[in-house]
């Protein structure tokens, strides 16, 4: 059965306390309902504005587009939020997972979007099929938001065992000899940054850019690359070798990832090039620390330029970091390749459990 978008939804919008961005709590007595990423946006302890909507119900993003399932009570926040409440023989959870991957009319952006979704028509099976498929859809959600949760938390693993070896780099309160880039470094240098367009041919040597590195690891996608004959001749100051250490100068500024084996020989493009002394620092220590919290708050306060903030050569160079002993970098370099296995299992498995849930999705709803 079809059936129409107010068949099925009323809005309760109307009639509500919306509360601003300013009135938002950390804590209180009721949670706070926007149109943001954030499922929860902050608290209020004022419990007569509660929204006047039968649970559960679906909040919408009128700007966002982005759906929330809510089942507890709540208070609105302000500006392009919509409370729909579900009428009799319509299941919430099974109109939030319709809803979610319905494709809205419109451009998106910041425009009003609740009047595309008002257009819409919603499949509506009896009620016991609907509790059936929002079941077996909500079981494949929580295993691919449980997935995504374990990410994080090898994330925070490796946070954890960096401090519990190290301390904090900031406060350096385990007294490790703090030296600089210089000191630290065979060669410190720079990737191609004069017009390095002018040298791309469709195959060739692999230039690593900015967008391609990330936080301890290469992404090889939107690649371009260098002729063999310009990399072994004009360019070949800023040819690569394994294990080196490539940090991004600009927009990311600090980012860095080591040269993995199977790029040795490759070219870069206005990245800074460390090469490093392995006698005194290993290199899963430096991109480690550059990447984490601590590291970049030491990095960032190291950017100079105006409006494009970037970090150059000489700063590299000035730039003290403490350096502990090279067996206890080594040691915390090991646990972070065995996370980084880990954390490709994850991926995998994360990958499988979305295709999975994107297949329900479209046998129900396709």
Known sequence: MIKEFTEVIT????????????????????????????????YTNEEEAKANVKLPCIV???????????DFPFALGADGTKVLE?????????????FSQVRLAGKGGYDRNYKYLKEISIPLPDLKTQQQIAQTLEQADKARQQRKAAN??????????????FGDPVKNEKGWEQLSGQEYSE???VGVVIKPASYYVEKGVVALRSLNIRPNKISLQNIVYFSAKDNSEVLSKSILKTDDVVIVRTGATGTAAIV??????CNCIDLIIVRLNRKIINPG????????????????GKQVGGIQKHFNIGAMKELR??????????????????????????????????????GLLQRYFG
Request: charged share 20%; glycine share 6%; hydrophobic share 40%.
């Open 11 to 42: 809005d309760k919008t109307g009639g509500n306390k919306k509360f601003k961005t300013d009135e938002f709590l950390s804590v209180g007595l009721l949670p706070i309902i926007d149109q943001g990423k954030d499922f929860i946006a902050g």
């Open 152 to 165: 994080t938390l090898t994330n925070q693993f490796l946070q954890s065992s960096f401090l519990s070896l």
């Open 321 to 358: 970091i403490p350096v502990p002993p090279i067996k206890l970098q080594q040691k915390f370099a090991d646990i972070v390749v065995e996370a980084e296995l880990l954390h490709q299992k994850q991926q995998q498995s994360e990958m499988e459990l979305e295709h999975l849930f994107q």
């Open 187 to 189: 060669k410190i240098s």
């Open 260 to 265: 993995p084996k199977e790029l040795n020989g």
């Open 60 to 70: 919408f993003g009128d700007h966002t587009r982005i759906f929330k399932y809510v």
């Open 285 to 300: 220590y430096l991109t480690f620390f550059f990447n984490s919290d601590f590291g970049k708050s030491i990095v960032l």
């Open 86 to 98: 579900v009428k009799n023989g319509a299941n919430a959870k099974y109109l939030y997972y319709y």
